[in-house]
């Protein structure tokens, strides 16, 4: 088998918008990516109490925001009101958390494409899949209908809120994240439906690389930062590389 499935997407993908120039998982974020020429983005989302699919990649909102606890214990009208810049710097103070209602309004205007991290709080495996994988064909339905825009690539290390989306909208394409090869990994792939997988990067090599391709899927890195190994693993034919670099590197296609 060769890799036949279409693949819109550009071959650099910035790292939470741009998490390190702009606090991460915002709308700063992906402003700062955009104006360095990024059209593609890797972001974290998670429900609210009350379901609100919202960007924020820890299940604790200590190291983002200026609240505590779990992200999934408020509601989102109390998240909204949440400070989820002035942890990076004072230029973002005040800036708000971000739903998933808000990028996409930002990359269907703009024209971007997305990877969208299903990142559930432990325990909301199933319903986080189910409920994103809804918003985003509400949101992205009628740009991919008109040939506007791709939709979403849906990933996770989470193989429940993976099989929760395909149930809920089949047709939307789904990748498998890993950081560690178990001996099952690409069967859960595969069980799923993936187009994809997404590999930590020290996990890839030249016959991994060839093996994966071989069997339909296409291949991904994160975060790859430096350039060498950039440049080793484009060698290796992967089809996407993800980067917190976004100042250092031009995104080419």
Same mark, same amino acid.
């Given at each position: 088998?060769?890799?036949?499935?279409?693949?819109?997407?550009?071959?650099?993908?910035?790292?939470?918008?741009?998490?390190? !120039?702009?606090?991460?998982?915002?709308?700063?974020?992906?402003?700062?990516?955009?104006?360095?020429?990024?059209?593609?983005?890797?972001? =974290?989302?998670?429900?609210?109490?009350?379901?609100?699919?919202?960007?924020?990649?820890?299940?604790?909102?200590?190291?983002?925001?200026?609240?505590?606890?779990?992200?999934?214990?408020?509601?989102?009208?109390?998240?909204?009101?949440?400070?989820?810049?002035?942890?990076?710097?004072?230029?973002?103070?005040?800036?708000?958390?971000?739903?998933?209602?808000?990028?996409?309004?930002?990359? &269907?205007?703009?024209?971007?494409?997305?990877?969208?991290?299903?990142?559930?709080?432990?325990?909301?495996?199933?319903?986080?899949?189910?409920?994103?994988?809804?918003? $985003?064909?509400?949101?992205?339905?009628?740009?991919?209908?008109?040939?506007?825009?791709?939709?979403? !690539?849906?990933?996770?290390?989470?193989?429940?809120?993976?099989?929760?989306?395909?149930?809920?909208?089949?047709?939307?394409?789904?990748?498998? &994240?890993?950081?560690?090869?178990?001996?099952?990994?690409?069967?859960?792939?595969?069980?799923?439906?993936?187009?994809?997988?997404?590999?930590?990067?020290?996990?890839?090599?030249?016959?991994?690389?060839?093996?994966?391709?071989?069997?339909?899927?296409?291949?991904?890195?994160?975060?790859?930062?430096?350039?060498?190994?950039?440049?080793?693993?484009?060698?290796?034919?992967?089809?996407?590389?993800?980067? =917190?670099?976004?100042?250092?590197? $031009?995104?080419?296609?």
């Amino acid at each position: 088998m060769v890799v036949v499935t279409p693949w819109p997407y550009p071959t650099w993908i910035a790292h939470r918008g741009a998490g390190r !120039l702009a606090p991460e998982n915002t709308l700063a974020a992906f402003r700062a990516g955009a104006a360095l020429g990024w059209r593609a983005f890797e972001c =974290d989302v998670k429900l609210s109490a009350d379901g609100v699919p919202f960007l924020l990649h820890d299940d604790t909102l200590e190291r983002t925001t200026d609240a505590a606890g779990s992200a999934g214990n408020l509601n989102w009208a109390d998240l909204a009101r949440l400070d989820a810049g002035g942890w990076h710097g004072r230029l973002y103070a005040g800036e708000p958390p971000c739903s998933l209602d808000a990028i996409a309004a930002f990359c &269907l205007r703009n024209g971007h494409l997305l990877n969208l991290e299903l990142k559930p709080v432990p325990g909301d495996e199933e319903r986080t899949g189910q409920v994103v994988a809804q918003a $985003v064909r509400q949101r992205w339905g009628e740009a991919v209908r008109d040939g506007l825009s791709a939709w979403p !690539l849906l990933s996770s290390f989470e193989p429940r809120a993976l099989a929760a989306a395909r149930e809920a909208v089949p047709e939307l394409p789904r990748a498998l &994240l890993l950081d560690r090869l178990a001996p099952d990994c690409f069967d859960i792939a595969e069980r799923l439906d993936c187009v994809a997988v997404i590999l930590e990067e020290s996990l890839v090599h030249a016959d991994l690389v060839r093996t994966l391709h071989h069997d339909g899927l296409r291949v991904l890195a994160y975060t790859v930062n430096d350039a060498g190994r950039a440049d080793l693993l484009l060698d290796l034919g992967l089809d996407g590389l993800i980067t =917190d670099a976004v100042d250092t590197f $031009v995104p080419g296609p």
